[in-house]
């Protein structure tokens, strides 16, 4: 009667041993999950993950990558088996913008031209969870047609808790030598916050928008530049700003970023929601055309609206010959053409950010046809190494990590680039280490510490596979949906770390 | 109120200018908004023109009021000339204007609606076939007709069976008549092309061309379940329409009957329109307006079940009323 008990206790004993040693496992184990995999079908090549509700999850197919006209909308089971397939019902005669699940509920942004009124109105439309339109759609914004520009592209976002939407365009100004920022936001999809228009001293042409964004109170930021007077040669040619609009005191507030030796090449900024502040970082050289070398911090508070941090630094040479490949006589030897995929606030103040070196190289070749020599233009796009920063809250590094890779693609479809995933505990990297169909989907997950490691996620055995890293979406804080292509079928798969 | 539109007096034309009117008073009395994205060259210069001349939105409301009207008794002419339907009325035309005033945008000047013009001239034409001693003057008219309404909307393109087809029934089976109905078809778009590419302007008409190459004629129709009340109505009405003419098809001369038929294949075409267009099945609707005004008017000439027809047009009316001035959008 006694013996039993006496192994009760010792199986009780394991058991909470092997929950001891299996826990610091768990933490970096992925769980991969599968959809059905689908013949393209009418080139529908181009995909665009909308987001999960409980009701699903919703993603959007079009031919082109601008997911304006054409559209088709999907619904997917939380087993990612598809549930609908249907072309976007618009109910106007239009452009789509955007589509945005907004408080759980799915909304299509749409702008069309209004022939009655003539202008340009901006609509939102409500559909229910069975891809129907509910009602009809209500105009949230309209602007003179005269103020258009066709070519640039209205931008629609959600805040981070998505309950709010934000709407930001460039029209052209009155005068010729001047341009508007129009800066809109809603509670919900249609109950506008605010509405206004700002001028700016130049052009559309050369106003260049960097980043938009709102932040949970809907307040919103624009990151952009445009020229400014001065000697060439001397200081930077462009004005760099972020334009920070607060609505509960109608200001607009503008924050010149760069300065003296201050020649910006890139830049990007984050709303930290928790501690309430906006942080700009970005890459710069000291001189016109030379190596870029040096890196910029700011920070700015939402609640005082003042400059918490303005901080800038050449890079350690130690660290740059960490980051960039060995040394040679044809590559600059600094960050030239490191682009900012991803800044990800910390919540004590500081940065993770991400950067991927990107390159567009033309290739002019000759080839004859029917005896004539003709020549040919392709186009390669290459994405390599991906440094990774950590900046403290004072604007010293932390740590740098990089990922190594060599990706070249030759047009707009690529499986080239990253998809950059940040959770609790880790920032994730994913991409394809070879773009044939030799390739393995890789991980390359990096803790706050500073602790890296890489591995093969998707190891390509029994089948063919390649993420498309553009086309990804966090669906929560540990699981992102992305769209893969499986055996040249379009699969969708489910990781969550 | 049905017995006056069932004859073809005087009297039942001015009551049914009078009742056209009544029925698109809405463009004059509430904004409408009407959105319409990339039209073509020839559609652009018309709302240009429409912006710049009558930029107001009863000025619209008036032009289409007037274009519909017209067209309305065209369709009355070719109803009662052809013997479409086996009596002369103004009701074709009354459930043209009616069919083509149900939605609040319907009620603007639309690429749409002036190209139905075409597409009316184009049935029209198509009448002569059977008599005709040389159809190939119809067949050449009805290309260029189609051809016409093509500059205006693209989607009219759907339209080119359609005229093979009837040719097909209405004559014989000709490869000469395919072909230059084919080949009218692309003169006016020859002509256009060739004014454009003078002045340098050609680029709008290639993108154009290019889109509706490309675009998808499936779309979804994009009705919402409000919207789609009138149908619950009208549906029933054209299905009875149709068994009506099923039972009584041999009792008709032949060219009545290849008419009608040539009515009947046309609206699986209006019904493509609908889910071609890119602009909402609203504007769409005066392409399907055409086989379904004479399938209507075929069904209300008949005097019996008086009190039914008679709450069925009340029910329109009534629908109509609040899709104008009570619905959202």
């Known amino acids: 009667m006694i013996k039993p008990n006496i192994i009760n206790l010792r199986s009780v004993f394991y058991l909470i041993m092997a929950l001891f040693i299996l826990k610091p496992l768990e933490g970096n184990t992925q769980a991969i999950e599968w959809g059905s995999p689908q013949k393209i079908k009418n080139k529908n090549l181009f995909t665009q993950i909308i987001g999960e509700t409980s009701n699903g999850l919703y993603l959007l197919r079009c031919k082109n990558s601008d997911f304006s006209a054409e559209v088709i909308i999907e619904k997917y089971k939380s087993n ?108 919900g999809a249609t109950q506008q916050i605010f509405g206004r228009q700002f001028s700016l001293e130049s052009t559309h042409k050369e106003v260049f928008l960097t980043a938009f964004d709102i932040d949970n109170e809907g307040n919103a930021y624009v990151l952009l530049d445009y020229p400014k007077t001065v000697e060439k040669g001397s200081v930077d040619s462009r004005a760099f700003f972020l334009y920070a609009y607060y609505p509960d005191l109608d200001k607009m507030f503008a924050y010149e970023l760069g300065g003296q030796d201050q020649f910006i090449e890139e830049l990007g900024f984050t709303v930290n929601n928790f501690n309430k502040t906006i942080a700009v970082f970005g890459f710069y050289s000291v001189a016109e055309g030379k190596d870029v070398n040096g890196y910029f911090y700011n920070r700015y508070s939402i609640i005082t609206k003042e400059t918490l941090l303005r901080f800038q630094s050449l890079v350690q040479p130690e660290i740059l010959e960490k980051l960039l490949p060995p040394k040679s006589e044809k590559f600059p030897q600094g960050l030239d053409n490191f682009y900012i995929r991803k800044i990800i606030p910390r919540s004590d103040g500081g940065i993770m950010v991400a950067a991927e070196k990107y390159t567009r190289v033309e290739q002019r070749y000759n080839y004859y046809l029917n005896n004539m020599p003709m020549e040919g233009v392709r186009v390669i796009f290459n994405y390599d190494d991906v440094v990774l920063w950590s900046v403290n809250s004072d604007g010293s590094i932390h740590f740098t990590d990089v990922v190594r890779k060599k990706q070249s693609a030759v047009g707009e479809i690529g ?3 990253v998809a950059i995933i940040p959770t609790q505990d880790f920032v994730h990297i994913l991409y394809n280490s070879d773009l044939d169909s030799d390739g393995n989907v890789m991980l390359h997950s990096i803790n706050y510490q500073g602790r890296a490691e890489e591995k093969v996620l998707i190891k390509n055995t029994s089948f063919n596979i390649s993420l498309v890293p553009s086309e990804f979406r966090q669906v929560s804080a540990n699981s992102l949906v992305a769209s893969t292509i499986r055996d040249k079928l379009f699969t969708l798969v489910r990781i969550k770390f | 109120m049905l017995n006056l539109f069932r004859t073809n007096t005087l009297s039942a034309l001015i009551a049914f200018l009078i009742f056209s009117i009544l029925i698109r008073l809405t463009g004059f009395i509430i904004d409408i908004p009407l959105y319409i994205q990339s039209p073509t060259p020839a559609a652009q210069f018309v709302l240009n023109w ?23 008794f065209f369709i009355n002419f070719i109803s009662n000339s052809q013997q479409v339907i086996f009596k002369d009325s103004v009701l074709p035309g009354l459930f043209f204007v009616l069919l083509n005033s149900i939605y609040a945008p319907q009620q603007l000047l639309t690429p749409q609606l002036i190209a139905n013009t075409f597409l009316i001239l184009l049935v029209f034409r198509l009448c002569f076939l059977y008599e005709s001693p040389n159809p190939i003057f119809p067949v050449i008219d009805a290309g260029i007709l189609l051809g016409l309404g093509l500059l205006f909307d693209p989607d009219l393109i759907l339209y080119l069976p359609f005229i093979l087809l009837s040719i097909i029934y209405m004559t014989k089976f000709n490869v000469r008549y395919l072909l230059v109905a084919i080949l009218s078809i692309g003169v006016p778009l020859y002509f256009l092309a060739a004014f454009l590419y003078v002045n340098g302007n050609i680029s709008n008409l290639l993108e154009a061309l290019y889109y509706t190459i490309d675009k998808s004629y499936f779309k ?36 009545t009957r290849r008419l009608q038929l040539m009515i009947i294949i046309m609206v699986p075409f209006g019904f493509l329109s609908l889910l071609a267009g890119d602009y909402g099945f609203e504007l769409a609707l005066p392409y399907l307006s055409i086989p379904l005004s004479f399938l209507m008017a075929n069904y209300f000439v008949r005097t019996s079940w008086k009190w039914i027809k008679e709450i069925s047009l009340f029910l329109i009316l009534a629908a109509i009323v609040y899709y104008q001035y009570l619905m959202k959008n």
Request: hydrophobic letters at 50%; aromatic letters at 8%.
């Open chain 2, 50 to 72: 429409m912006h710049q001349y009558a930029p107001l939105g009863w000025q619209s409301a008036l032009v289409a009021a007037l274009l519909v009207i017209l067209q309305a």
């Open chain 1, 80 to 187: 990612l088996s598809q549930e609908l397939s249907i072309s976007l019902p618009l109910a106007v005669n239009g452009l789509v913008e955007r589509v945005l699940l907004v408080n759980n509920e799915l909304f299509v942004f749409i702008s069309a031209k209004n022939v009655s009124t003539n202008t340009i109105d901006i609509l939102a439309q409500k559909m229910d969870e069975n891809l129907k339109n509910v009602g009809g759609p209500s105009v949230i914004c309209s602007f003179p047609v005269a103020g258009y520009l066709e070519r640039r592209k209205i931008q629609v976002k959600t805040n981070a808790a998505k309950t709010m939407v934000g709407i930001m365009f460039l029209t052209k100004g009155t005068e010729a030598n001047e341009s508007k920022l129009n800066l809109y936001a809603y509670q």
């Open chain 1, 415 to 417: 499986n080239a680039g």
């Open chain 2, 220 to 255: 979804s129709l994009g009705i919402t379940l409000e919207k789609g009340y009138i149908w619950f109505v009208i549906l029933p009405i054209l299905t009875f329409s149709a068994l009506q003419i099923q039972t009584n098809f041999f009792r008709n001369k032949v060219k």
